[in-house]
């Protein structure tokens, strides 16, 4: 089945710890997005590619990295850089930017 | 800046119906989509209106008016399972990703 899966779907970092956060899709989207969700918020923007080899960055791009070589795979790195990385993590993709089709996400905790 | 305001809050009763207002304020404007989250899960898409008016997919209905800055989502014969956190969210360029509104938490009450 088409879709996007993200992995790990829990991950538990110590502080100073790079991790990086995988999201693969087989819809062939060009474009993918890295939303960060907090309890009772909205999904800030983190980071999106629009074509492979290219990204740019969103609202809250410090302390992450992404990198995107191949049309199915964008993932992204939270650096020690991150103050604050406990979130919950939404890797999406889509044919349209109104239509976002969701990863399952990664719930990131810091210990 | 780009905002977009939503009720935080609703709680509705079973076979009723509720709608979800969002008004935006944004540096430009191509459409409003609306997605729905269960708790612990991913957003699913709704709808996406770009044009004035009414748009009907079964239960659920989006309405747009671009000249208010407003729209709303509208849920009919409100189920158990449609308690859940809707977000409205802004496409405000041809290329641009979607900014998206805090969400409305939904609660289905018997």
């Known amino acids: 089945d088409g879709g996007i899966t993200q992995s790990p779907k829990y991950l538990f970092r110590k502080e100073g710890q790079n991790v990086t956060l995988s999201c693969e899709q087989n819809l062939n989207h060009d474009a993918m997005y890295w939303y960060r969700q907090d309890p009772g918020q909205g999904l800030r923007l983190i980071y999106y590619s629009q074509i492979v080899n290219d990204f740019q960055k969103g609202d809250i791009a410090e302390g992450y990295s992404v990198s995107r070589e191949k049309k199915e795979s964008f993932p992204l790195t939270v650096t020690s850089a991150q103050k604050n990385p406990t979130a919950f993590y939404l890797c999406?993709?889509?044919?349209?930017?109104?239509?976002?089709?969701f990863g399952e996400g990664s719930r990131l905790t810091v210990l | 800046g780009q905002s977009l305001e939503q009720p935080s809050e609703v709680t509705a009763v079973e076979g009723a119906i509720v709608q979800i207002n969002c008004t935006y304020q944004?540096?430009?404007?191509?459409?409003l989509s609306w997605y729905q989250q269960h708790d612990g899960g991913a957003p699913t898409f709704l709808s996406y209106n770009a044009l004035d008016g009414l748009e009907e997919t079964g239960r659920f209905s989006s309405f747009l008016s671009r000249s208010d800055s407003y729209g709303y989502l509208l849920l009919q014969e409100l189920q158990m399972k449609d308690s859940a956190s809707y977000f409205c969210a802004v496409r405000t360029s041809g290329n641009t990703p979607l900014v998206f509104g805090k969400g409305t938490r939904l609660s289905v009450i018997a």
């Open positions: 999406a993709s889509g044919p349209r930017p109104g239509e976002l089709f």
């Open positions: 944004t540096s430009g404007f191509y459409g």
